[in-house]
């Protein structure tokens, strides 16, 4: 049901694509953009919606690249009404759903069954993303083919890293020939072996045994080589250190199909936040050390890393209230990516047009889609974003099943105040301040 036009005024527009910013008005019409005036508001036209943005800044919709959602199968994890609704209240607009739920997504009955689902259940727009091997096993490929056709937008393995070279170089010919995206958690398994946090001195004095960077370095550079070989499309899902850096860096250089993200965790956390112990922070890929960090901001800033995801993985009480070592990887993201990423803008590490270039426009042109940018025509995904607003965590008030949030009783600094998708509001502040009362 397409809603009545929808003018969202005197916003502070902000424009992903081309860096633009300044006081304008946009004009939401049968679920994208109709017009945009930079300035001064011309005449609102007869019989819209009119929204006051008080000069907060408008945007395009967040794209989340990577987020777990249970189901089918995990459905007490998450499932795609409270990821969805997790997602709007965060101003993520489109999420890419990962492959490994219960049956897992590798054949086109499965993708058509979430793309029903959502369509039935979820508020934002949401994309599974198939697997590359049958059964996550790492042995046998999916049908690529027929999953693109289904609708699956790209191919992981989710938490697995495809460990069979052979098996790796062939998947990445078949994407090149179908023109498809592979996206790799880059971890070599049995280098992590039993390995729960960063190694170094942090956990040779909390006692637990390290993950080497070169767990994560080794499996990059031969997927590296791979494609150099192959000439298939290559996504390093989640990088987390500075060597990792230096390696996309030359595959950039040398003119590769290659391209990366990195999660808001590895970007603002280090392992210093687990703490005593704090399982909520146990992750994959482990938080790093702060010379790590750094190096993934810096390289944030010149576009070696293309974007950023939240690595939303819920889990349940039962798999995070264990002993640091026993505990799951994985916590809440989607809900925390844009309040956490902002943090690097007020500390003045990253500017926010850049930030959100990594959190809009670049995830959709990696993924072929339109979305990502205030221009007319453009779908009416749209984020309005308060920076300033200033609160605690509290995870009792996250729209997720699970609660098991690194930024649980944070102070945090900025948030979405309202969400549209496809020029229909799904989030408003406000109201929900109000419904909470």
Not at 141 to 162: R, S, Y
Not at 170 to 190: I, K
Request: aromatic share 4%; with cysteine; glycine share 10%.
């Amino acid at each position: 049901m397409i809603s009545r036009p929808l003018l969202l005024m005197n916003a502070s527009l902000l424009d992903p694509a081309t860096s633009r910013e300044g006081p304008g008005h946009v004009l939401v019409r049968d679920g994208r953009i109709a017009d945009i005036a930079w300035g001064a508001l011309p005449a609102a036209p007869e019989g819209v919606e009119i929204i006051d943005c008080g000069g907060q800044v408008l945007s395009p919709g967040l794209m989340d690249l990577r987020a777990f959602v249970g189901e089918p199968g995990a459905e007490h994890r998450e499932t795609l009404a409270s990821a969805s609704a997790a997602a709007a209240a965060g101003g993520v607009t489109t999420l890419v759903c990962m492959p490994d739920t219960n049956p897992v997504i590798d054949g086109p009955a499965i993708v058509d069954f979430v793309l029903r689902r959502a369509r039935d259940t979820a508020c934002v727009t949401v994309l599974p993303a198939a697997a590359i091997t049958k059964g996550l096993a790492g042995q046998e490929m999916t049908e690529f083919g027929l999953l693109q056709e289904a609708g699956a937008v790209a191919f992981t393995d989710g938490l697995k890293a495809v460990r069979n070279a052979q098996v790796m170089r062939r998947a990445l010919t078949y994407a090149r020939d179908f023109g498809a995206l592979l996206m790799q958690h880059v971890e070599e398994p049995d280098l992590v072996g039993e390995g729960v946090m960063n190694e170094g001195e942090m956990a040779s004095r909390l006692g637990l045994v390290g993950i080497p960077r070169e767990a994560e370095t080794v499996m990059l550079e031969r997927d590296i080589r791979l494609v150099r070989l192959t000439g298939g499309r290559y996504h390093a899902a989640m990088i987390s250190c500075a060597d990792s850096v230096e390696i996309v860096r030359r595959a950039k250089q040398d003119g590769l199909p290659v391209t990366c993200g990195a999660s808001v965790n590895n970007l603002v956390l280090n392992e210093g936040d687990i703490g005593h112990y704090r399982t909520f922070c146990r992750l994959s890929p482990p938080l790093r050390h702060e010379t790590d960090r750094l190096a993934l901001v810096d390289a944030l800033n010149e576009g070696v890393i293309d974007v950023i995801v939240s690595d939303h993985n819920p889990q349940d009480v039962e798999t995070k209230r264990l002993p640091f070592a026993e505990a799951a990887d994985g916590a809440l993201g989607i809900e925390t990516l844009l309040g956490a990423a902002l943090r690097l803008v007020h500390t003045g590490d990253v500017a926010l047009p850049r930030l959100l270039e990594a959190l809009t426009v670049t995830p959709a042109a990696i993924l072929g889609r339109e979305a990502g940018r205030l221009a007319v025509g453009a779908p009416a995904d749209l984020v309005l974003i308060d920076p300033d607003l200033p609160y605690v965590l509290d995870k009792r008030r996250l729209k997720s099943r699970s609660k098991n949030s690194p930024f649980d009783e944070a102070r945090l600094q900025g948030a979405a105040v309202l969400t549209l998708v496809g020029g229909r509001i799904v989030f408003r502040a406000v109201q929900d301040a109000e419904t909470a009362a």
